[in-house]
């Protein structure tokens, strides 16, 4: 009995009872194996929990992963779109410095270094690594940022180009002296009107009334207001870059050397002093020295001939 289990069955439906022994060891075994198909069975169900927790997290963070890559993908488009709108401050930049005769930025440095033409955009995106999109998200900020910093430098070269190009302008003769008055006598050969002899007439003579006002043709500086022989009461301006302007044959002088002038700006007034038969302005512009046609310094409609 030691040994050994005994196990009565009782049936009153079938009227039944079996009285059975079981050897210890056999009660060992089944025992062993209970254990050990429960313990399996717990295993099983933490382990099948444990997957199906991980798959649910796993599939929310490939949710968030797509999503992600979506959201960087769109920032990618919207750089992409940034760097072809940027062409057309490109285009702008050419033709300001085309119009200003400024020489063209190379298209190697508007493209920041990278050589060659950028790969289109890809939809397909599924396969390249956020790590990859985001760098290279990263490299079309820097040459964005690149092309608007070199934008800015060259609008500053354009502005101090203009405003050269406006004293440049400011200090070049273009204007008449005697707006709406006629010109009575041309650049170039002529009968002289005091004692007919052929001689050059280096400037032109504007007729006006006596005392009619007399305008700087260009902003400068007065490098001689006085009595010049046969040039009468004359005034001389220095416009610099080469350009000097004189009047002559004034009735009176209205400013004094080395004082600075604007265009239109009243200097003179009409007169017929020195070699003169009547009143008029002898106007002369001079370059570099050389008294030139005045005419290329008036503006044409401006130009009215008796
Ligand atoms: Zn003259």
């Not at 295993?43 to 929310?60: G, P």
């Not at 354009?158 to 200090?171: A, T, V």
């Not at 204007?175 to 650049?187: A, D, E, K, T």
């Not at 070699?275 to 008036?298: A, D, F, Q, T, W």
Request: glycine share 8%.
């Amino acid at each position: 009995m030691a040994n050994r289990l005994e196990v009565i069955l009782v049936s009153k439906k079938h009227n039944f009872l079996r009285n059975i022994r079981l050897p210890m060891i056999i009660i060992y075994i089944l025992a062993a194996f209970l254990v050990t198909a429960t313990t399996s069975t717990i295993v099983l169900f933490v382990n099948s929990t444990r997957r199906t927790f991980v798959r649910f997290h796993l599939t929310k963070v490939e949710r968030q992963n797509r999503s992600l890559v979506t959201k960087l993908d769109s920032i990618n488009i919207i750089l992409k779109k940034a760097q072809d709108s940027f062409d057309q401050h490109i285009t702008q930049d050419n033709r300001e410095r085309t119009y200003w005769q400024m020489a063209h930025i190379h298209p190697d440095i508007w493209s920041m270094g990278i050589g060659g033409t950028q790969d289109e955009y890809r939809p397909q995106i599924a396969n390249r690594s956020i790590e990859r999109i985001i760098n290279e998200i990263y490299e079309s900020v820097d040459v964005l940022k690149g092309k608007y910093y070199l934008r800015q430098i060259s609008l500053n070269d354009i502005h101090d180009q203009i405003e050269g190009n406006m004293y440049l302008w400011s200090h070049t003769p273009s204007v008449h002296p005697l707006p709406g008055c006629r010109i009575c006598s041309g650049y170039g050969y002529r009968v002289d009107p005091i004692d007919r002899k052929v001689r050059k007439h280096w400037g032109i003579d504007i007729g006006a009334p006596r005392g009619t006002r007399i305008s700087a043709t260009a902003d400068g500086v007065v490098s001689y207001a006085g009595w010049v022989g046969g040039y009468g009461w004359t005034v001389i301006i220095d416009h610099g870059f080469g350009f000097k302007t004189a009047y002559a044959h004034c009735q009176r002088i209205l400013v004094r050397k080395n004082e600075s002038v604007k265009r239109g700006q009243v200097i003179a007034r009409v007169g017929s002093t020195g070699r003169s038969i009547s009143p008029h302005l002898h106007y002369e512009v001079r370059v570099s020295g050389m008294k030139i046609n005045p005419y290329k310094y008036i503006s044409s409609s401006d130009i009215i001939f008796d």
